[in-house]
């Protein structure tokens, strides 16, 4: 579907300013002296970068909805749902575990419907979903160990006041424009910060496994059987739609529904009549419809907190800042990332501001704070990505970043990598030369040589021609988690068994780390040299950087993710925010004294350009590829 290019004439100044940094020709009879172009994203500018956020996506508000009205939304927000809420359900299950049954499943449900009404509705981005993550449940239990376990505080009442001043601290932020910063980040932040993601989610898969052994040995082992079963499932049909096997539709109903077919089919496994039925299962605990999950009331009474604790909560709430900051912002860039098509702007300071009206209002009911979700968010924009088949000379004319994928692949190449996304006719133009070397050796008959030429000759390739940038896939998802709090929907989540979410942890994160830059170039360093890499390969682009400088990047950052992964083990895993921060800074510094910029170019990556970024700067010249960046 096209994307309407928006009104001609800007409502204020600061969209000309936008208009003035999109375009580089126009840049340059720009006054750089007067701050016009970059208040939006200086601190001595207050006010500057919201203004300016709100008033450039204002004008798109109309078409984000009426665009929303096709199949392929439908089909997303159907997708996202399941990708969402299924999760959220698994996280909520150790959530009420470890913190005494403070937060359950109404609570789980009730923090994904905001995050997805509210962001759906009134971000600036509303591509981004937002949920329950593992790292805010993470702090919700250490929270709870510290300040219940070891000083007896009310606990709801406590995270309410970590709410009102993480809410402080983020309206700052998006004030003063200090959302700027996350411009700094780049593939080795983020892909260590995923690392670290999806490691947690199988570790939270493994440790609901054992819970069963410890609830019933027949269960547990059993359990196990489920939780891989599940896995393998997921993973198949997951790469079922990446490969070139069966017909393309039947290849997206496999990518948009694996989680579903999954959880459903696995779920009904366990009820099989015979020893399946009659094992003792550990289940979802659910409660009333629209209800807590203990017995209070939806708003939290903030006076069973004395004075010196309401102070004391603000550390913790700076620590869920510095949480937000990195993991909402960096979900958001990768929900825009510069492969995606995108035509409308994006606004990071307005939806930092809002994220802080969630989490003030999360923390006044007693529910998980609700941010960007890491895997999902770029799910969600490959789900409203609209694919088409077209001719190679249209690519070649027509299309200048789109992705490109071939349409059928070599499955007989042992050096074929299936799910890279090419940009180019290379990998085509390496397997007809391999082609013709077997021709001219004689082993097929010269008479087929012409015949042979014009079948390998790529014709057509497969494109993200456009994504359907619209609200409505966001806030539907967020209405359906609402509408699961009601009484027949708890009933069928009781079914789930707890070796069902196993799977989903295990899953998840396994395909997270499947997919991660970190592990290509870890799996880099273990390659028979003697054996070619595919041509436009990371692994191809790797052999021109000196292999003790791949070891250098590869060990930094792993020692990063060590490092964060180790101290969310411990009682001070509460502060493992600051550990994640600060890799924005080593790669923006130091790493480029110890690297040469050639060899970043190939080892490291921005996650978003252009579009995404003008909101905050655009990209610094410390980390764009090249040593050239677009911000001023």
């Not at 402080?168 to 998006?174: E, G, K, R």
């Not at 995606?340 to 704070?369: C, E, Q």
């Not at 070796?499 to 390659?527: D, H, P």
Request: proline fraction near 6%.
């Amino acid at each position: 579907m096209e994307t309407p290019a928006g009104p001609s004439k800007s409502p204020s100044s600061l969209l000309d300013a936008a208009a003035v940094r999109d375009d580089p020709d126009k840049r340059s009879h720009q006054d750089q002296s007067t701050g016009y172009l970059d208040h939006y994203a200086s601190p001595r500018y207050p006010f500057a970068g919201l203004i300016r956020d709100v008033l450039i996506r204002v004008p798109y508000y109309k078409s984000d909805w009426l665009d929303g009205f096709n199949v392929r939304t439908l089909l997303a927000c159907l997708r996202i749902f399941f990708l969402n809420v299924f999760p959220a359900l698994a996280y909520t299950q150790d959530m009420y575990d470890r913190t005494g049954g403070n937060y359950g499943v109404n609570e789980a449900l009730l923090a994904t419907a905001l995050g997805g009404v509210v962001f759906g509705a009134l971000s600036c981005q509303p591509l981004t979903i937002v949920g329950i993550t593992g790292l805010i449940n993470l702090f919700n239990y250490t929270t709870y160990d510290i300040i219940v376990s070891h000083y007896n505080v009310s606990y709801l009442p406590f995270m309410g006041w970590i709410g009102i001043w993480a809410a402080i601290l983020h309206w700052i932020i998006a004030i003063f424009n200090l959302t700027a910063l996350c411009r700094y980040v780049t593939a080795f932040t983020a892909e260590t910060f995923g690392m670290y993601v999806c490691v947690v989610y199988i570790q939270k898969g493994i440790e609901l496994i054992v819970s069963e052994f410890d609830h019933d040995t027949r269960a547990g082992f059993m359990s196990t059987v489920i939780s891989f079963g599940f896995f393998f499932t997921y993973w198949a049909l997951v790469h079922l739609g990446t490969s070139s096997y069966l017909h393309p539709r039947i290849r997206g109903i496999a990518s948009d529904f694996g989680m579903f077919a999954s959880v459903v089919f696995w779920t009904g496994f366990c009820y099989i009549p015979g020893n399946l039925r009659d094992t003792q299962f550990q289940r979802l605990v659910i409660t009333k419809s629209f209800e807590p999950t203990i017995d209070r009331g939806w708003i939290v009474s903030l006076n069973e907190v004395s004075t010196s604790y309401r102070f004391a909560a603000l550390p913790f709430g700076a620590l869920v800042t510095a949480l937000f900051y990195f993991d909402h912002n960096v979900s958001s860039i990768a929900a825009q990332a510069k492969h995606y098509p995108l035509k409308k702007p994006a606004g990071f300071h307005w939806d930092f501001f809002l994220l802080g009206i969630t989490t003030l209002v999360a923390g006044l009911l007693g529910i998980p704070y609700p941010n960007a979700l890491v895997p999902q968010a770029p799910m969600h924009t490959d789900s409203c990505c609209v694919w088409e088949t077209v001719p190679v000379d249209y690519i070649d004319k027509n299309v200048t970043s789109a992705t490109v994928t071939p349409i059928e692949q070599d499955m007989g190449d042992d050096d074929a990598a299936g799910n890279i996304k090419l940009a180019s006719t290379e990998w085509d133009e390496y397997r007809l030369r391999r082609r013709k070397s077997t021709v001219e050796r004689g082993t097929l008959p010269l008479n087929r040589e012409q015949t042979l030429m014009e079948m390998l000759k790529p014709k057509k390739r497969t494109i993200i021609t456009s994504v359907v940038e619209q609200r409505i896939s966001n806030t539907g998802q967020g209405l359906l988690a609402l509408g699961c709090m009601a009484g027949p929907l708890l009933v069928i989540g009781h079914l789930i068994p707890r070796a069902v979410l196993a799977g989903v942890f295990l899953a998840v994160g396994y395909v997270g780390i499947e997919g991660n830059r970190l592990t290509q170039l870890t799996l880099y360093l273990f390659r028979d040299p003697l054996q070619p890499p595919h041509p436009t390969s990371l692994q191809a682009q790797l052999m021109l950087v000196p292999t003790r400088q791949v070891v250098l990047f590869v060990a930094i950052a792993w020692t990063g993710f060590a490092l964060t992964y180790a101290i969310s083990q411990t009682i001070a895993g509460i502060g493992f925010p600051v550990l994640i921060l600060l890799l924005i800074p080593l790669r923006a510094t130091w790493m480029q004294a110890w690297f040469k910029q050639e060899e970043l170019d190939v080892l490291d990556t921005p996650v978003a350009s252009g579009l995404a970024l003008n909101s905050i700067g655009g990209l610094p010249s410390c980390v764009a590829p090249g040593g050239k960046g677009d911000a001023l």
